[in-house]
């Protein structure tokens, strides 16, 4: 077993004071994913969405937020995976995102709907044509008897749409878009005495308050 208890790294990073921060938690976001790119952060744009199973247990897994903007952030999936399940009985979730090379997390609590159709045709469009055959092929979450089953249904897929020039989305796959409620920017700092920043909304206006680390 490694030594997980004694592994310890001290952060010097900057810390993060209230006047550092946007008014507008997603340019504060915007601006930190920004600084998570120019680090060479792997897959800065990856995030842990948590959502709540029919037995109450948390769910998590990673995702890639495809945009980011006003309204919240979106990510694409297929609609009749576990997550999705979940998302329609419940929209509420949980987000991390997980800078560590910069010593940073962020945590967003939002409420899930589906994005208009329209901006997943347009995602769909952008993507590589196997990631497009995939997304027929793939029943995401449901049990496969074995990997061949995978790939005879992608080789099914392949066939099916060998003469077409463009693949059309398929119905069970799209995105979805979480609204944010509250969010906390967390700066690793000396001596586990980081910084810890929290959004929420006072009165429908974005109100930024300090928490103990
Ligand atoms: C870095 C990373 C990024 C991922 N991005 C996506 C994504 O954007 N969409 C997606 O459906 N699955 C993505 N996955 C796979 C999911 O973690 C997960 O396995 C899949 O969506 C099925 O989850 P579910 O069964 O809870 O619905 C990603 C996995 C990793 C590790």
Request: net charge negative; hydrophobic share 40%.
């Amino acid at each position: 077993m490694s030594d997980l208890a004694g592994r310890r790294s001290e952060y010097e990073t900057a810390g993060l004071d209230d006047s550092d921060l946007a008014p507008s938690p997603l340019d504060q976001w915007q601006t930190w994913f920004e600084q998570a790119t120019e680090a060479g952060c792997v897959e800065p744009n990856a995030f842990v969405l948590s959502t709540v199973d029919t037995d109450g247990f948390p769910q998590s897994r990673y995702l890639l937020a495809r945009g980011a903007d006003e309204r919240g952030f979106s990510f694409f999936t297929n609609y009749e995976s576990a997550k999705s399940s979940q998302l329609a009985a419940d929209g509420r979730v949980a987000l991390l995102f997980t800078w560590l090379q910069l010593h940073r997390q962020v945590r967003v609590t939002g409420v899930a709907e589906r994005l208009p159709e329209a901006e997943s045709d347009e995602y769909f469009a952008s993507r590589p044509r196997p990631s497009q055959v995939g997304a027929w092929a793939s029943p995401q979450s449901h049990v496969l008897a074995d990997r061949a089953a995978l790939d005879a249904r992608v080789a099914q897929m392949e066939a099916t749409f060998a003469g077409v020039a463009e693949v059309p989305r398929p119905p069970q796959w799209g995105g979805w878009l979480v609204r944010p409620t509250a969010f906390e920017f967390w700066q690793g700092r000396p001596s586990r005495l980081h910084d810890r920043l929290r959004y929420r909304v006072v009165d429908g206006r974005w109100h930024i308050e300090r928490l103990a680390p």
